[in-house]
């Protein structure tokens, strides 16, 4: 009887086995099939072309890959933030911080025009808990700036475009393209320096609107007959203390201020909602705008942050990423090199 018991109880065994075996067998098709699905569906949102078939198969490795990735972050431990399947999900990481970030270190933050001015801010007492310059419509809607890695001029021209609102109390979309095209000491579509687009903004007396000189995601030949009627202008720059989120915060109370900020890790690339907390470095490479600040219902402190990659990223285009973190630099750098236009 024993022997009988022992045989019924390794039969069983041995047909879980055979039915974890085939229900796995016929679980991958059926997964690959839902992401090929997926894919085809992904590729006519974003109206994604392809050169051949090649090509086709070879981006459908990286979107298999990246959603993989996506839906097991999502599934594991609770970070606080979420990611999603959104317009680069067919990019290596490496193409994404290749193609669509925009920073370029320059040897020393302070030029020697004479623009910059020394940090002002210094009352704590005027500092309200929680701030987002939106609500005080001192920011225009989010921009993208495609594969033109001009981030610079999309951060400086938040900047400006918000001081102009709060000193005239007249939001107006500024042209970024007159950034691109026209400001020699910079690469355009290759990268550039915020603290170089406010003092060739200074130079030339001010930028032209938005609707004069559109964005075409392109680094043209400057239009100088379109850069004739500058309609907001500044006077100098300031560079908050490299380091030092207390003396970031007495600048955001006061206007949207340019960050460089470390952008190109996965988690960054398909961030989607919450308050980020992943890993990142400083090895800065992506401007963006500080339009406010706040604390989360479980207390945590964050940045607001307005990006360019367009509202299909992040929440809808902006970001919440820690705020007040051990590291000096802030979290991915965004205190290191931080300036707001004056006038």
């Known amino acids: 009887m024993a022997k009988q018991n022992q045989f019924s109880f390794l039969t069983s065994a041995a ?25 085809e569906e992904w590729v006519a949102i974003h109206g994604r072309v392809y050169k051949d078939v ?60 004479g623009y910059a001015k020394p940090f002002k801010y210094a009352n704590f007492t005027a500092i309200p808990a929680t701030l987002d310059w939106r609500t005080k419509k001192a920011v225009t809607s989010v921009k993208d700036q495609a594969d033109c ?53 200074i130079g030339k007396g001010g930028l032209t609107t938005e609707e004069d000189y559109p964005y075409q995601a392109i680094d043209g030949t400057c239009n100088t007959a379109k850069t004739v ?47 980020f907390s992943g890993s990142c470095g400083t090895d800065i490479d992506q401007e963006v705008t500080v339009i406010g600040y706040g604390k989360t219902s479980g207390g945590n402190k964050y940045w607001l942050l307005k990006n360019s990659w367009g509202t299909g990223w992040g929440e809808r ?17 965004l205190a290191t090199e931080p300036s707001f236009p004056t006038a």
């Open 317 to 333: 285009g902006y970001m919440r990423i820690l705020r007040d973190v051990k590291s000096k630099a802030g979290l991915c750098g």
């Open 54 to 113: 090649a090509e086709k198969a070879k981006r459908y490795e990286i979107f298999k890959e990246n959603v993989k990735h996506i839906n097991a972050f999502n599934n594991g431990k609770d970070m606080g933030y979420k990611m999603a399947v959104n317009k680069f999900a067919d990019l290596t990481n490496e193409e994404f911080r290749a193609s669509y970030t925009g920073y370029k270190r320059k040897p020393t933050r302070v030029l020697s025009s």
């Open 15 to 39: 047909l879980l086995v055979i039915i974890v075996s085939v229900s796995e067998t016929l679980c991958r098709p059926l997964e690959e099939e839902q992401l090929l699905k997926q894919h």
């Open 149 to 201: 890695a001009c981030s610079w001029a999309f951060s400086a021209v938040a900047a400006v475009e918000g001081l102009t609102m709060i000193k005239k109390e007249k939001l107006v979309p500024l042209s970024v393209q007159e950034l691109v095209d026209c400001d020699d000491n910079e690469d355009g579509c290759w990268g550039g320096h915020v603290d170089s687009a406010f003092e060739f903004i």
């Open 229 to 275: 009627n500058p309609v907001a202008s500044i006077t100098g720059y300031q560079d908050v203390p490299a380091d030092n989120e207390r003396a970031l915060l007495q600048a955001v109370a006061n206007q949207p201020v340019s960050v460089a900020i470390e952008a190109g890790g996965f988690d960054f690339q398909f961030y989607s909602n919450g308050v």
